[in-house]
C-alpha cells in the first residue's frame, strides 16, 4: 500500500497533535491556591471544613458535582471552576451541586 505525500503529512501532523496534547497534562488544583481556599476546596471531602461550610453533607465530592468534567471512576478530572487545572475525584468545595 502506497500513501499519497499529502496523506502521509496528514497522518504525520495528527499523531504529532496526540502527541502534544498528551504531554500538556493539567496541573492539580492545590489548596493553597486562593480561589480554591475561598471556595474550600480540599482533596478529600471528609476533611471539608463544616463549620466553615455549614452546606456540606456525606456523600458530596466533586465525582458527584455537576461541575466535574471527568469521567466515572478517574481519580482526577477538570472542573469548570478550576480552569486548565484538575480536581480530585474524592475533593469537594462550597460550590457543589449535585449532577442531574
Do not use: H, I
Amino acid at each position: 500500500m502506497t500513501l499519497s505525500r499529502r496523506s502521509l503529512l496528514m497522518t504525520a501532523a495528527t499523531t504529532g497533535l496526540g502527541f502534544v496534547v498528551g504531554a500538556q497534562a493539567q496541573a492539580k488544583v492545590d489548596e493553597k491556591d486562593p480561589q480554591a481556599m475561598a471556595l474550600g476546596y480540599v482533596d478529600d471531602a471528609s476533611r471539608a471544613d463544616v463549620k466553615k461550610f455549614p452546606k456540606f453533607a456525606a456523600g458530596q465530592m466533586c465525582s458527584n458535582c455537576s461541575l466535574y468534567q471527568g469521567k466515572a471512576g478517574d481519580a482526577m478530572g477538570g472542573c469548570a471552576l478550576f480552569a486548565g487545572k484538575q480536581v480530585s475525584a474524592k475533593g469537594w468545595c462550597s460550590a457543589w451541586t449535585k449532577r442531574a
